[in-house]
């Protein structure tokens, strides 16, 4: 039976892993479209050249036929300037969920960064799986899009639930550290080997003595008469304790308390 931590653990990492995989079909799915589109637009403009019929024809089309190019002053350009962006984008969250370079993140783009949660990125994946999914295009790209969609969703809930603890919940490294610490750390100075065990307690000195030079100079005397001695050379006294009885124990009787009563009851006997 695993931790209740082991079972978050898991499912966030089945969600990270979903939404790599999800942006590494996108990312496919961009190249192929517009690797489509280009050759679209190129046999367009050939057969514009060759069929005057087709070029009129054309006019009245807001597409190029067969792709997804608006049919407009700079269509294929910004079509594939926003094939490039979202290629851009898919990039830039990939690292994102595998939290490579986490300092560029924080310093340049801390949404993405440690110290927030997965909302943003679901959100950021929302918008270009709708952006996608905006435009007539082939199957591969229509499923990448709405797989996306729907993780970014599930992203934007997860994030809503852990908010900015999801990141350290679901970090590998986070979960060794967290797995070495089965004992409480020791304290700072005292399980230390490099520490000093003393520090001139009984000497004055700001330098630190290690155990045999604290031996070599303050020689124990026991517990015996000798010690005894020292120790009430410098003010410790040892209390013996009171001689005390148990409760359920007879109270002693002495020989001359008994010798008494023997002499009283021989003289009342005469």
Not at 75 to 86: K, Q, S, T, W
Not at 153 to 165: M, P, T
Not at 194 to 223: K, Y
Not at 244 to 252: E, F, I, M
Request: glycine share 8%; aromatic share 10%.
């Amino acid at each position: 039976m695993l931790p209740p931590r082991a079972y978050v653990f898991i499912g966030l990492n089945i969600v990270r892993v979903l939404s790599i995989i999800a942006l590494l079909l996108l990312f496919g799915s961009s190249i192929f479209t517009m690797v489509h589109d280009v050759e679209a637009v190129d046999a367009s403009i050939a057969a514009k050249k060759t069929n005057a019929t087709y070029a009129s024809d054309m006019l009245d089309c807001d597409y190029f036929d067969g792709s997804t190019v608006p049919n407009q002053p700079a269509g294929p350009a910004f079509a594939v300037v926003n094939r490039l962006l979202i290629i851009f984008q898919v990039i830039v969250l990939i690292m994102s969920e595998l939290g490579w370079p986490m300092k560029l993140f924080d310093t340049y783009f801390p949404i993405l960064g440690s110290k927030f949660g997965v909302g943003a990125l679901g959100v950021i994946q929302c918008l270009i799986g709708a952006a996608v999914l905006s435009h007539h295009v082939d199957d591969f790209s229509l499923v990448s899009a709405f797989f996306l969609f729907s993780i970014g969703c599930l992203n934007v809930v997860v994030g809503l639930i852990w908010r900015a603890s999801v990141k350290p919940k679901r970090s590998l490294t986070a979960w060794k550290e967290r797995a070495k610490d089965v004992l409480p750390p020791p304290v700072a100075g005292l399980m230390s080997s490099n520490q000093p065990f003393m520090s001139g307690v009984f000497t004055g000195s700001d330098r630190p003595m290690s155990p045999e030079e604290v031996l070599a100079t303050r020689p124990g005397f026991g517990f015996g008469r000798q010690g005894e001695k020292k120790a009430a050379l410098k003010g410790f006294l040892l209390a013996k304790p009171v001689e005390s009885l148990p409760r359920y124990a007879s109270k002693p009787t002495s020989v001359q308390e008994s010798g008494q009563h023997a002499d009283e009851d021989g003289s009342t006997k005469e």
